[in-house]
């Protein structure tokens, strides 16, 4: 960790020295050159008389064109116009002594070209040529989106067409976060935000209504069928106000997806005006022809999920068992068939609108509901408050109703892990390590949306049971399975530093993945190799724990020392070393805490064994997953 920081610091210092060396005593400003001096060219194709070519020949300036499809700083470029009729093109220059510009430049243009407009695209974006289609932000007065969950989404600023239409996963700054308007109404207010119109009526021309912010805008645009883009000049798409000042340019857009009925255009949010990361601003348009003909559909049907097992059994095994809210993952929104629609994996994923963070973790570890085979529920919150009722369980729809209680756990700054109108909660999914089923996720129903709110229980330990024996059994299960385990270091995202409560961290599985150069200093391809065949197996005989290393052609074995009160295992020898420039990781802990992922998930996201780095409250974690 030390080697990396010293290297960010030696670079920052030389270009902060740079800088300084080559600073200039005395500052000027250039000449202004006269409009008699700009020289430039605009001459049709000689073959398509409808491709209209620009060059500046003026040495030594920026070129600012101003043309029927846009502007230009290209110092040569070429423009497509589809029809006929007069065009004015502006060439200006901005030289050191300013901006000049040259008198308007009328183009009479006699022909057709109909092959720039073809494209099916062209015409579900415009119905076709010498048609118009509007297109309204699929949320309205009512606070109703029509086709999508809401009206703004937001993506990597590598995604696009490739990624949210054609469904590939690309390298870099790829993900999204689709929110819903209802959940998440503080996105912006409900409104009628006007109308977009794009018309192949004689030109390519866009008017745009912005109902919201008070003003109408007309110009024109150019769709890059090909390239997926659409670039509008002298108008923007549709968006809120609270959004108006944090991109620089509402006409450059990608497209991520468009159909008959519906439209998503991708602005980039510009960090320094927002104060924000760069991301897409994601806005979803229906036709309005869709949007005057929509009905309201009728709410989907409550499905019932089959677990293969007695629910009642599995809620109060041994006569009584405890819940424990999931610090971790403690809520997240859900559809109507139980997927889950937020990826979250960690408290650290949660985003400052949820409310919720590490900090809140032990407050909501100590929420916790019990169930007996009586009937009889009991719930603590997080302040220690207790309260009891009855339950009963509908096992044909899964569902539970409470009676004399109604469970509710404070879940960060503003969200409740409570009931329905009804009293109830459903059983949406399971999570089971061999036969014993250790997470639950309970469901609230959303009443007015085929969605749920759901929140993560994890098992606690039993009445009269020894919860540290309960916490060692559970990790030697996750180690073990039922007899033996095998791990090796991920190939893909093997180590990370995070703060002294095991939280945080700075990179992401796709940090390093076949990125050789980025982060050189611990990632390379010697690094990887190194770790593709060395092996841990965890192996439990009579309730003794025994770790086996496989590296390198040498086995070696050490007992495992298991505190379950603390999560931490104790391996009396090296675990797997690291190759090439990884050489300087730990692999002698011997004492290494088992954290980040909950056991349940070991088998399908591994397990990180942390050791304190050496720094203050900082602690060094390497990833190990399932060995196939």
């Not at 092996?535 to 074995?557: A, P």
């Amino acid at each position: 960790m030390n080697t990396r920081k010293f290297k960010i610091f030696t670079a920052l210092l030389g270009l902060f020295l740079a800088f300084y060396a080559c600073k200039p005593e005395e500052f000027s400003i250039g000449e202004m050159i006269s409009k008699d001096q700009l020289k430039y060219s605009i001459s049709q194709d000689k073959n398509d008389p409808n491709m209209i070519i620009l060059e500046s020949l003026t040495p030594g300036v920026t070129p600012l064109w101003v043309t029927p499809m846009g502007r230009s700083t290209q110092l040569k470029d070429t423009v497509k116009i589809p029809f006929a009729g007069e065009y004015t093109f502006t060439y200006g220059v901005e030289s050191a002594g300013g901006y000049v510009q040259a008198d308007n430049y009328v183009l009479n243009l006699t022909t057709n070209n109909l092959n720039y407009v073809d494209d099916p695209l062209w015409t579900l974006l415009t119905g076709g040529v010498g048609k118009e289609k509007t297109w309204v932000l699929d949320l309205n007065a009512d606070a109703v989106s029509k086709y999508f969950i809401g009206p703004l989404f937001f993506y990597g600023t590598d995604d696009s067409w490739v990624t949210v239409t054609d469904k590939q996963t690309v390298t870099g700054d790829s993900w999204n976060w689709s929110p819903d308007y209802p959940g998440n109404s503080w996105l912006m207010a409900a409104g009628d935000y006007g109308t977009m119109t794009f018309s192949l009526k004689g030109g390519a021309k866009i008017t745009v209504d912005h109902k919201m912010l008070g003003k109408t805008q007309t110009g024109t645009y150019f769709l890059d069928a090909s390239a997926k883009t659409l670039k509008m000049t002298d108008a923007g798409i549709l968006h809120d106000s609270g959004r108006d000042k944090v991109v620089i340019d509402w006409g450059n857009l990608k497209v991520l997806s468009l159909t008959e009925n519906t439209m998503q255009l991708a602005a980039l949010r510009d960090p320094a005006l927002s104060g924000e990361g760069a991301c897409l601003l994601v806005y979803n348009f229906i036709s309005k022809d869709y949007s005057d003909n929509w009905v309201k559909p009728e709410p989907e049907g409550d499905p019932n999920f089959d677990f293969g097992l007695d629910q009642g059994e599995m809620l109060a095994v041994n006569k009584t068992k405890t819940w424990s809210l999931s610090s971790d993952t403690p809520f997240n929104w859900y559809g109507i068939d139980g997927t889950e629609l937020n990826a979250w994996s960690k408290n650290t994923d949660y985003p400052d609108w949820a409310g919720y963070n590490a900090s809140y973790a032990s407050y909501v570890s100590a929420c916790q509901i019990q169930f007996s085979s009586d009937g009889a529920v009991k719930t603590v919150d997080g302040d220690g408050v207790e309260a009891e009722g009855t339950y009963a369980i509908d096992e044909t729809t899964n569902t539970l109703t409470f009676t004399g209680i109604t469970p509710a756990f404070k879940m960060g700054s503003w969200a409740v892990a409570t009931t329905t109108a009804a009293n109830q909660w459903k059983i949406l999914k399971i999570k089971k390590t061999g036969s014993a089923v250790t997470d639950i996720w309970f469901g609230k129903r959303d009443p007015s949306k085929s969605e749920y709110m759901g929140f993560h229980f994890v098992l606690g330990a039993s009445a009269g049971s020894d919860p540290v024996a309960e916490a060692k059994k559970a990790i030697i299960k996750a180690l073990c399975g039922t007899s033996s385990k095998s791990f090796k270091v991920s190939d893909s995202w093997h180590v990370d530093w995070c703060d002294g409560n095991y939280s945080g961290g700075w990179t992401t599985a796709t940090t390093f993945a076949d990125d050789f150069t980025s982060n050189s200093w611990v990632w390379t391809a010697e690094v990887k190799q190194s770790i593709q065949d060395p092996r841990l197996t965890f192996s439990v005989n009579n309730g003794e724990v025994t770790c086996t290393k496989t590296q390198d052609g040498v086995t070696t074995s050490a007992g495992v020392t298991i505190d379950g009160a603390n999560n931490t295992i104790k391996i009396d020898m090296d675990l797997i070393k690291f190759g090439g420039a990884a050489n300087w990781l730990p692999s002698y802990g011997p004492n290494w805490k088992i954290c980040r992922n909950d056991l349940a998930d070991i088998d399908s996201k591994g397990m990180w064994l942390g050791v304190p780095s050496g720094k203050d409250n900082e602690t060094l974690i390497i990833h190990y997953v399932v060995a196939q």
